[in-house]
């Protein structure tokens, strides 16, 4: 079964420093595709960045860029420069290829954003 | 922009109701889905539909629930006899196309209580 792992519940960030949000997943399949979604508090999920399995390259968003290890089943999240419209929850995700659009989520993590 | 809405906020059922939660996707999208989220736990996925069938479902997606898209415009998510356990927040998504070129557009979500 596919799973995905957020192990930081909670992370805080300086304003204008950086922070790097991780997440491990299992899959026994090569197909498949990784998001990093934002939810700030009592709005609507937005997509923040996603990952193609078969790219090597990683994924880069103005701010944001991810560090996708393939071996390792690792696609960690980096935020550089954070604002504190930054604030939210993050919530990394997986999808395999072919399968009906099925999001699985890990239980996120809370960043804070301190002035 | 176009945003995905979602009627109630919040809704209030007793154990045993018939409930019937409702999703506006963006206009131009073909894909919805249906994700829940109890309280301090994963975001997970229910359903996902397109061209009027069910493309994929969990295990959660069992026979007290049923979807429906009854006209151009709404998407709905129905549970036959509620549950304590129902309660969660209800999250309703679509996209333009399937698979992770499909963006999902996530609803600010309907809070569902079961008492």
């Known amino acids: 079964a596919q799973t995905v792992t957020q192990s930081q519940p909670e992370m805080s960030v300086q304003e204008a420093e950086t922070v790097t949000l991780s997440c491990t997943y299992d899959?026994?399949?090569?197909?498949?595709?990784l998001f990093w979604y934002k939810q700030p508090p009592s709005r609507q999920m937005i997509l923040v960045i996603r990952q193609e399995a078969y790219k090597q390259q990683n994924a880069t968003e103005n701010r944001f860029s991810v560090n996708f290890q393939k071996a390792a089943k690792s696609f960690s999240l980096k935020i550089s420069d954070s604002q504190l419209g930054d604030a939210a929850m993050y919530f990394c995700?997986?999808?395999?290829?072919?399968?009906?659009?099925?999001?699985?989520f890990g239980q996120g993590t809370e960043l804070s954003v301190k002035p | 922009e176009p945003e995905v809405t979602q009627t109630p906020s919040h809704q209030v059922t007793q154990m045993g109701q018939e409930v019937i939660l409702r999703c506006v996707p963006i206009s131009n999208h073909l894909y919805f889905y249906w994700y829940r989220q109890i309280l301090g736990q994963k975001v997970e996925f229910l359903v996902s539909?397109?061209?009027?069938?069910?493309?994929?479902k969990s295990e959660i997606f069992d026979d007290q629930f049923s979807v429906e898209r009854p006209d151009g415009s709404n998407f709905t998510l129905k549970i036959r006899s509620t549950k304590l356990e129902d309660s969660a927040m209800y999250f309703c998504a679509s996209s333009e196309t399937q698979a992770a070129t499909g963006e999902q557009y996530f609803g600010p979500g309907t809070r569902l209580t079961v008492t």
């Open positions: 539909f397109y061209n009027n069938e069910i493309s994929e």
């Open positions: 995700a997986y999808e395999l290829y072919n399968q009906g659009g099925k999001l699985i």
């Open positions: 899959t026994s399949e090569s197909d498949y595709y």
